[in-house]
């Protein structure tokens, strides 16, 4: 079984700044996948990233960029030059299996200010 | 990517009624999923629907509670039965993505149990 944690409830930021949202899981498989979703207050789950477990380089998508750290199985997001639009509930998944279910973590709500 | 739209996109139901959920996508997937959110909580997957079998439950789900239908590739529906307040909560489908190593939501429908 796979268990995701996201530590952190809620987060706010002042815009153009930088934030960083964490999340560890757990697995005992060997090969897996992360993601980050976002879902703004429309309900929409949007992918941010995701990452391969199997890939040692950290992924990134313009101003998001994640720190994979596999020993510590820690798996965290850092949106850089925060825009108003990022104000969304954060979650953090795993799968083991590329097709297979998602499991999410607590979410982290996060407020970008003016 | 995949598009999904979900019917109703919100409904308030009454105690002890049952509200039928429908998920179309506009192209043909192999596994179909349904998730449950709670109110201010993370995503809790209820099944995995494939087309042509049975759809599998996860603990603490079953069906007499939350049948599921996946009569073709394109669409699947979830009946939430029997109603009661505690079934409040944001229902979503989402789809595998395939080659694509993501998966694709729906907007979700906002249920209100009275």
Redesign the interface.
Known sequence: AQTVTQSQPEMSVQEAETVTLSCTYDTSESNY?L?WYKQPP????I?VI?Q?AYKQQNATENRFSVNFQKAAKSFSLKISDSQLGDTAMY?CASTYN??????????TRLMVKP | SAVISQKPSRDICQRGTSLTIQCQVDSQV??M?WYRQQPG?????IA?ANQGSEATYESGFVIDKFPISRPNLTFSTLTVSNMSPEDSS?Y?C?V???AV???F?G??T?LTVL
């Open positions: 996948y993601f429309s309900r929409q789950m992918l995701r391969e979650f590329a097709g297979n279910m998602l499991t999410f973590g607590g979410g | 192999t596994m999923f909580q993370s995503l809790t997957l995995t944001i979503l989402s595998d993505g395939g190593l993501e998966q939501f907007p979700g906002r």
